[in-house]
């Protein structure tokens, strides 16, 4: 088994400290901007460029997350950043938007591309897609087994990186538009309010939207036999105690020793720990919520953590050399890659006691307080000669000086051309056709839209005969590796029966197209913002995007793209998707049939759609509803989930007629300010 790596979370100069004292082999952190922690301390470039220097001084990695959604209007700031990040030498990126991706991999491409958790890979075609783009590894997604984990592994040549500890977020990563929708401050911007934290209520249940905190601390060595070659700790906004804490833990269970699981708890937890997800048993017991008695345990242990890292910790072995004759003194200290050598001053006779080699090496050695010890000395010296102690100490000091130089020094960028590929602003042609996305064939009414898109469950060779062309198969928006063949065989047989298109709200769903050599669509949870983004996007197969709808109406309308480009019109918009699904854990699958709901602090209801036992969905309680306001794309959708075939052919009638809804709506993100 290879030793997987520790990969740490720093949120400010402290974290840094405390994480590299206590042992991690790699940080990762955040610039002022593009970042999916805004509300973090973080690294300014003067300060990215010191974190970078300390970490390489210590024989640490750095990477840098680069990991939000980002707009047409911010490119330039981005490609400022990524130049930012590559003068200050860090060794990786970690990344979600594919304008990101696409411009580390032509400009930088020395520097290591890591897909984030936001990419949501859960099977092994998401993987392919990500291998196939150009990623140096990925984040396997955090609701996955460990069984999952292999079979994701096995498929792909890329190495993979796994969440070990740390806050679990209800929702599947970059699938979450709750705090957005309900707050305007976007979790896919980095600036998520949490408000799946607060008492929302099911059946008797509260705080159902609140998992415990992941530790998987008991499972890392099994972790590293199937693989994983990073273990990833979660808290970028957390304390440097809590760095400290779990990176000494990790340590300790990476090597197969003893940890201090009452600190670690104590530190942070969440009503305790769970693993659920990693031993395949995502049930009630996963869910907790932050109490004021865990506030208070965090209070006996803070002391004593700060002493994990109060002192720099000795990891960098130094070979010395010392010669002195009647005319110089001369020190060499080599760490294996960098050299320096220190002259000191002419040795005077000695008139009471010569210098010998043990007293030499007893003041040549004393790197304490550095992250240097000497582990082989050798010394060559005339006798009847002397130096006082202080000169040997400024040699000493000299030469480790001389090392941090060396070793801090950025590396070379190595720079290819990258050259914006995206295309001008579109001219609108309205009326957009409409294309309608309906739960069950039973919904569809007489009048079709344009496209009709149903979920590939649904599906069957007599459906597929009787929409033909206009027919798209929805995939499921999260699909996990026990599926995958069976959604292939499904797929295979549909093709044959006249099925030639598929939509898709994940990356796995662009390699799987491939494969079956079907047209491939991809919706809004590709979180599509930037024209850089549809390039790519379009270079990959897609034959048409809808973009994500957290944009602001005035982003939409400046995209440009070589691809029809849709918008999603009208919906009770899918918030979160849970793979633990809190309406089962609260009142059980026979309860809701399917069609369960929760309900807010305030006594909002919101629909809880069932997506076959394998996952669920959190919708908005209101729809989105833009009909006689803007049509800025080629495409509109219509979302629907629990409408009668009625009340879809009423709504696409409207649409049609451009008439404004009547009813309770809301405009979505497309005339609000986004944070």
């Known amino acids: 088994m290879a030793r ?10 402290e ?39 300390y970490c390489r001084r210590r024989g640490v990695k750095l990477y840098v997350t680069v990991n939000t959604m980002v707009l047409d209007a911010e490119l330039d700031a981005l490609e400022a950043g990524a130049e930012a990040i590559a003068e200050a030498g860090a060794d990786g990126v970690i990344l979600q938007d594919m304008a990101a991706a696409e411009l580390f991999r032509k400009r930088y491409p020395s520097i290591h591309r890591v897909a984030s958790t936001q990419t949501a890979v859960h099977n092994a075609d998401g993987a392919r897609f990500l291998q196939d783009a150009g990623f140096d590894s990925f984040v396997l997604a955090r609701e996955l ?24 977020c209800m929702c599947v990563s970059g699938m979450c538009y709750l705090s957005a929708m309900l707050g305007g401050r976007s979790g896919n911007r980095g600036l998520c309010a949490q408000p799946c934290r607060l008492d929302w209520r099911c059946g008797g249940g509260g705080h159902v939207l609140s998992l415990k905190d992941m530790s998987l601390m008991e499972h890392i060595r099994a972790l590293g036999e199937i693989g994983v070659t990073t273990l990833k700790i979660e808290g970028r906004m957390k304390r440097p105690e809590y760095v400290a804490a779990a990176v000494t833990a990790c340590r300790a269970a990476r090597d197969g020793e003893a940890y201090d699981a009452d600190a670690l708890r104590a530190v942070f937890s969440r009503s305790g720990f769970t693993d659920g997800y990693l031993v395949g048993k995502p049930d009630a017991s996963m869910f907790g919520y932050r109490t004021k008695d865990d506030v208070t345990d965090a209070e006996g242990v803070l002391r004593a953590l700060r002493n994990l890292y109060r002192r720099e910790r000795q990891t960098v072995p130094l070979t010395m050399a010392f010669n002195m004759d009647e005319n110089a003194s001369r020190l ?53 000669l002397t130096l006082p102690a202080s000169a040997l100490n400024a040699m000493r000091r000299q030469a480790l000086e001389e090392l941090d130089g060396l070793r801090g020094a950025a590396p070379a960028v190595e720079r290819g051309a990258s050259e914006r590929t995206g295309r001008g602003i579109r001219p609108g042609a309205a009326p957009s056709p409409l294309w309608g996305r309906f739960c069950g ?34 995939l499921p928006a999260v699909l996990f590796p026990r599926d995958e063949e069976a959604l292939f065989r499904r797929l295979e047989t549909l093709r044959e029966a006249g099925l030639s298109a598929l939509w898709t709200d994940n990356i796995y769903g662009i390699a799987l197209g491939r494969r079956l050599g079907l047209s491939v669509y991809g919706g809004f949870g590709l979180n599509i913002g930037n024209s850089e983004a549809l390039a790519f996007y379009e270079a990959q197969g897609l034959r048409g995007a809808t973009v994500s709808f957290e944009l602001p109406m005035g982003a939409v309308k400046a995209l440009g793209s070589g691809m029809p480009l849709g918008v999603m019109a009208y919906g009770h918009l899918p918030l979160m998707r849970f793979r633990n699904c809190p309406v089962r854990a609260n009142v059980g699958c026979a309860a809701c049939g399917g069609r369960g709901s929760l309900t807010d602090r305030k006594g909002v209801e919101f629909p809880v759609e069932c997506g076959m036992k394998r996952f669920s969905t959190l919708l908005n309680s209101v729809p989105l509803d833009i009909a006689g306001r803007d049509d800025p794309g080629d495409f509109r959708v219509l979302w629907f989930t629990r409408e009668s075939r009625e009340e879809c052919a009423a709504v696409i009638d409207r649409f049609r007629r451009d008439e404004k809804a009547s009813g309770p709506h809301t405009g979505g993100l497309y005339y609000r300010k986004l944070l």
Not at 4 to 13: E, H, N, R, S
Not at 17 to 31: I, K
Not at 147 to 168: C, K, S, T, Y
Not at 359 to 379: H, I, M, P, R, W
């Open 145 to 168: 087994s460990l069984e999952e984990m292999a079979r994701i592994l096995a498929a792909v040549d890329i190495p993979a990186e796994a969440f070990v500890h740390g806050a679990h």
């Open 441 to 474: 064939a039973e919904q569809v009414p007489e009048a079709l839209p344009e496209r009709v898109i149903l979920p590939v469950g649904e599906l069957t060779p007599e459906i597929t005969a009787r929409y033909g062309g206009r027919l798209m198969a929805e």
């Open 15 to 53: 974290q840094l400290m405390a994480a590299v004292r206590c042992g991690a082999d790699a940080v990762y952190l955040g610039g002022k901007g593009f970042n999916a922690r805004r509300n973090a301390a973080n690294f300014g470039d003067d300060e990215l460029s010191a974190a970078a220097r």
């Open 332 to 384: 060499t200290a080599t760490d294996g890659t960098h050299t320096t050598e220190v002259s000191g001053p002419a040795p005077e006779p000695a008139f009471h006691r010569a210098l010998d080699p043990e007293n030499a090496e007893k003041n040549l050695t004393k790197t304490g307080g550095t992250q240097y010890y000497v582990n082989s000395f050798d010394a060559h010296m005339a006798p009847g």
């Open 4 to 13: 997987p790596d520790i990969l740490a979370p720093v949120g400010g100069q």
